[in-house]
């Protein structure tokens, strides 16, 4: 029976290096989501911005184009 302790054994070490190795790739992926939502926030936040920008801008206009007799009605 002692023949099986060392084959536990190497199985053991076998199954904890690759649960390393798993836990390193999730690590890496991870770390790769976050800066990926990172960037994506700022652009989010571009477009909030410009959305804004055009939001205002057309409110100027707006009531210009009324006052014009573009009601069309």
Known sequence: MSANI???EDD???RLTELETRLAFQ???IEELHEVIYRQ???LD???RE???LKSRLEETLPE???GGG???
Do not use: K, L, N
């Open 12 to 14: 053991r070490e076998r």
């Open 65 to 67: 184009g009324q006052a």
């Open 71 to 73: 009601d069309g009605g």
């Open 41 to 43: 926030q700022g652009q």
């Open 27 to 29: 690590d890496q992926t």
């Open 46 to 48: 571009e477009v909030a």
């Open 51 to 53: 959305v804004t920008r």
């Open 6 to 8: 060392p084959t536990q």
